[in-house]
């Protein structure tokens, strides 16, 4: 038997949710474990997930084919690990996401401030213990969610920081504190000289020494490090010794396609807080499409300085906008908090401080976003709509009905607006809005959707003014 403890549903071993019990060091050895690095137990973990044909990190999407491969290399030759990639592009949720393949639980001697393997005792405490007790040395348990810490590198940080004072108070630095786990560097080339020097030292040799070079603590650390791209290339902002120290590099890239922009959005976009269910938003799939096409273009646009625009966090930003105007509305007016498309205009002023154009010209900024964002709402409406979906809206629009809406008007106002509408329970079994899901907020929004397709077709016409959205008949257009 080695040292795992069950099986989870990713084939990582240490799986039961409930830790084992207090034990000792002598039950350990009885029970035939042994000791592995942190990184050799890495290392058997992704075997077992890829043996299983499960993705090696899970946190991250449109990754498979490219980045998780090299990660996966550099994991087997058990490297130091450095995410080069533009801002935004994940490379600290992929890193973070290394957590999965620690055993979920470990054994280590019972307290040790340095999560000491019973069998790998590193500090003179640790050995005084064992000397002491023998196989009775107490042994506790630790989850893998306590062996991974983040540090976000500042010009402020010192070598004090990652390694402690070299006074024999070990375990107060980053490093030592998170012997036997994972350590994520964010943003490495903000690490001053000094503390990159300190870190490289430490790399090279996997161990704390005094400044006389006596040895305080052989360490076991996977060191993990992001950088921007630029940043890390450029001659000086890594020491050298640093660089040649993170054998495996890695390049990030944005999602792929529009399918992997969904994806993330749906599982990164934090809707509500999640210790209440009051008003948590209901987000239809055509507006995710539309945010998802609408971040995209955002990023794709040259107008835009890359540095502000291109982030995934933009387009997952926007939808939890979104999500913020249908919990007020619905709140407002005691209704579901489902979003509409009438949402969708508040992207406008709620994107404008977080893009720059090169002009710096806010009203061309606001004009460039407004472009953007109905070209996405139409290329939604063209795959999404059929003529036999917008030919049941449109007929009411041949008889000279105009409709006014916004982010602020109760979804019961915009249907009353409409009238009996002949097939319209087939509308939205064709949008998936039906068979009893149907709910005003979820009419309103389809109705909306249908207009902004006909909008499209050139049948309709949409005059926006402040919060106020009215749209027209096109043979009737006017202010």
């Known amino acids: 038997m080695d040292e795992s403890y069950g099986v989870d549903e990713y084939g990582t071993p240490g799986g039961h949710e ?16 042994r000791y592995h690095s942190v990184r050799t137990e890495i290392r058997e973990n992704l075997v077992a997930r890829l043996s299983m044909g499960r993705p090696s990190v899970s946190t991250v999407v449109g990754f498979d084919d490219t980045v998780l491969p090299d990660l996966e290399r550099t994991l087997f030759a058990l490297h130091h690990v450095v995410a080069l990639g533009d801002r935004g592009q994940g490379k600290s949720t992929l890193l973070r996401g290394l957590r999965e393949l620690l055993d979920v639980w470990t054994p ?15 500090s003179a405490w640790a050995h005084s213990l064992i000397a ?8 506790d348990w630790i989850n893998r969610d306590v062996r991974l810490a983040e540090l976000s590198c500042t010009a402020d940080i010192t070598a004090a920081d990652l390694i402690g004072d070299h006074e024999p108070q070990l375990g107060h630095g980053l490093l030592p504190a998170m012997n036997r786990g994972i350590v994520v560097l964010d943003d490495l080339a903000a690490l001053p000289p000094r503390a990159q020097a300190v870190l490289a030292r430490v790399l090279s040799d996997g161990e704390i020494t005094a400044r ?4 305080l603590l052989p360490l076991d650390t996977l060191v993990v490090a992001a950088a921007d791209r630029r940043d890390y290339q450029e001659y000086g902002r890594v020491v050298a010794p640093l660089r040649d120290r993170f054998a495996g590099v890695i390049t990030t ?57 291109a982030s995934v966090r933009y387009g997952i930003g926007a939808l939890e906008t979104l999500g913020g105007s249908a919990a007020r509305r619905a709140s407002l007016h005691r209704e579901d908090a489902i979003v509409r498309p009438a ?10 401080a977080r893009i720059r154009s090169a002009e710096g010209d806010p009203e061309h900024e606001r ?104 749209y027209r008949s096109a043979s009737e257009a006017g202010p």
């Open 108 to 122: 280590v001697i019972d307290g040790s401030v340095l999560h000491e393997h019973p069998m790998r005792p590193q």
């Open 212 to 215: 006389g070079g006596a040895t």
């Open 253 to 309: 890239h944005y999602p792929p396609t529009l399918a992997d922009e969904i994806e993330i959005l749906r599982r990164s976009a934090v809707l509500g807080p999640r210790d209440s269910n009051l008003f948590i938003p209901q987000v239809p799939g055509y507006l995710i499409e539309i945010v998802a096409r609408f971040a995209r273009a955002v990023r794709a646009t040259p107008d835009f300085e890359p540095e502000a625009a």
């Open 367 to 470: 004009r460039l976003l407004a472009g953007l964002l109905d070209e996405a709402i139409a290329q939604t409406c063209r795959t999404r709509l059929t003529e036999q979906e917008t030919s049941i809206i449109a007929a009411r629009f041949g008889h000279g009905v105009s409709l006014a809406t916004g982010p602020d008007r109760s979804s019961r106002e915009v249907l009353d607006q409409l009238g009996t509408v002949p097939q319209f329970s087939q509308l939205l079994q064709q949008l998936g809005i039906g068979d009893g899901a149907e709910t005003p907020g979820l009419a309103a929004g389809a109705v909306e959707f249908v207009l902004e397709g006909l909008i499209t077709e050139g049948q309709v016409t949409r005059h926006r003014e402040q919060t106020t959205i009215t």
């Open 18 to 33: 409930v830790p084992p019990g207090r034990t000792t060091l002598g039950a350990l050895r009885g029970a035939g474990y």
């Open 132 to 139: 002491e007790h023998g196989d009775e040395t107490p042994v």
């Open 343 to 352: 949402d969708l205009s508040t992207l406008i002023s709620a994107g404008l």
